[in-house]
């Protein structure tokens, strides 16, 4: 008996055409992914085009640029940031103003040390001198700025006293940590860490307090 002749494959469907919106947020989740296990300078356009199957000037047009793409990464690690910071806040609000602050201060380092690669894409991404930040970044940043500032507010009664205070005391333990992350001092130890920010943490209080 004759064999039945064999069908021929069906040809290959194409992808499901992904709309703009939902590409970004692939691209983005994917992106994230990356610096976080990679770091930032492993994100690359075609890389990334790749992985999402699309072209790279179809990346170009949802981002404008590396910068770009970036910078929303950063934008959403940051709102990221935002949330246990403020849980921090919540948590501690009614105590007093040593204690309102490093539970923020714990707070930053926790997430900084369990997302390093993430945290430092924030810090270590420069734009070009002549290129501006997006206004939606900037609003973030100020947004996370401002949790700080009002943990200080109820014990600092002048505006412009809670916003230098605010800015300086975030300078003093980011610099600890970054420092620490980077073992630009010694070899990294959390412990140290911990304690050099509750000793900045402890002379920014009394100092604020003994001015107020």
Sequence with gaps: MARPAKLPD???QPAEPVGRDALRALILEKAGRIVAEEG?????????????????????????DRD????????????????PLEAA????AGGPLETRLLALALAYTAFALQNRNRWLAVFEFRLPDDAA???????ERARLLSLLEETIGPDVANA???????????????????LAVNNRLSDFDAGAVE?????IVKAAAAGMLKRA
Excluded at 57 to 64: A, C, D, Q, V
Excluded at 68 to 83: F, K, P, Q, S, W
Excluded at 89 to 92: I, S
Excluded at 195 to 199: P, T
């Design 40 to 64: 930032l300078p492993a994100v690359q356009a075609r890389r990334l085009a790749a992985e999402g199957n699309c072209a790279v000037g179809t990346l170009y047009n949802i981002f404008g």
């Design 195 to 199: 304690r050099e920010i509750r000793f």
């Design 160 to 178: 412009a006293q809670r916003r230098i205070a605010a800015r300086a005391l975030f300078g003093a333990a980011h610099g600890i940590l970054h």
């Design 68 to 83: 770009g793409l970036i910078l929303a990464v950063n934008r959403e690690t940051m709102a990221d940031l935002g949330r």
């Design 89 to 92: 806040r919540k948590a501690a």
């Design 133 to 139: 930040l997006p206004a939606d970044f900037e609003a």
């Design 10 to 12: 069906a040809p290959p």
